[in-house]
């Protein structure tokens, strides 16, 4: 009998790291059979996609209250997938909002529920680990102390098998003509800025990018400046900011590590790409536009860590300056990048530390740990051998 498991994945990042678990998965199992909710990468590597969540993504809470309607519909399609073409398992990827749903669905036709990269419940409204209790049987942690607390909170099917992005990365094939190539046009040094891969990130956050790339470049004259855009509309948005400012970005499209590869600092929205940043070891300022109400008032009643970036809570002290809420942070943003651009030392400082970050945190291998654990343990083909955390 074929292995069928069932994604539901919302974001890109999350295709990413179902795509390279369903390959780790047919490695040791040639039959497996995938289904659900994904993206382009789950669809390249053989997923059977029901609903391009991942290209259609709903953010916020005006989002959430458009898509009402579509989304009790996609969730009936799903309750009817789980009645009439039974999966052996479920597997959510990050994407909170809508996965609980999906997990309340599986628990209702007693489908085991897996969370892979669970969302961060320990950093923000750590009420929801009920949730977890509740409707998931296996977590799957990828950091390293998620497990510990998970279990302490009385979650005891939780394993730390590591970060899937560092898994994509050791895979990655980089453009090193281009690499070559910004590096040899940047004597004076690069900047790269990442606005992020939602288009409500790019929109909320794109003009303090250019705003902070102008200050940087009055002051460091020559200095070379790239944006890494996810996708075309990002580009297009970027370079719209920066023409109304009365600038001109070199602006590339898929093309991010090769940009970060090649960068000596970097200017990012909050999110997932920071572990990328770690891998390549580039001083970043981290950034997020958020209205004062929330800052002041949300943040503090559902954030429980002092910091908001993964490689802050991994070094478990601040290598990344974070610079969130409604303010025009162009101008100390620029300054320590500037910082960066002009002091070797102070650069090299920060380098140092991602070195020893990513030497103890960046191993490759957690899709392969994770399909063990899936067949092994959940499916129970066999005993998995548990992954030192």
Known sequence: MPVRLFFSVGEPSGDIHAANLIKAVRTSEPSLVPLGLGGP????????????????????????????????????????????????????????????????????????????VPPQIWAWASFRVARMKKYVDHILCSLPFEEAWYRSKGVDHSVYVGHPFFDDLALAELDHSLIQSLKASAPVGRVALLPGSRPSEVDRNGRLLVRTAKKIQDRVPGVSISVAAFDERAAQKM????????????????????ILASADAAVSVSGSVSLELLYYEVPTTIIYTIHNFYRRVIM??????????????????????????????????????????????????????????????????????????????????????????
Not at 312 to 338: C, R
């Open 41 to 116: 990468r789950m669809a390249e590597a053989g997923c059977e996609i029901m609903y391009p969540l991942v290209n259609n993504p709903i953010m916020g809470m005006q989002g959430v209250l458009r898509a009402i309607p579509f989304l009790r519909g996609l969730l009936k399609k799903i309750a009817k997938t789980f009645e009439t073409d039974r999966p052996d398992a479920v597997v959510l990827v990050d994407y909170p909002g809508f996965n609980w749903h999906v997990a309340r669905l599986a628990k209702k036709h007693g489908i085991p529920v897996i969370y892979y």
């Open 239 to 258: 370079a719209k900011i920066a023409h109304d400012n009365g600038m001109s970005l070199d602006i590339h499209t898929g093309k991010t590590r090769e």
């Open 300 to 389: 503090p009643m559902v954030l429980h860590t002092p910091y908001i970036t993964l490689v802050n809570l991994l070094a478990g002290q601040k290598v990344f300056p974070e610079f969130l809420g409604p303010n025009d942070f162009s101008g100390p943003i620029a300054d320590q990048i500037v910082e960066w651009l002009t002091k070797p030392a102070a650069r090299g400082a920060v380098r140092q530390k991602l070195k020893t970050l990513r030497t103890e945190y960046a191993d490759a291998g957690a899709s392969t740990f994770a399909a063990n654990y899936i067949l092994h343990d959940v499916l129970g083909q066999n005993a998995a051998t548990r992954k030192a955390a």
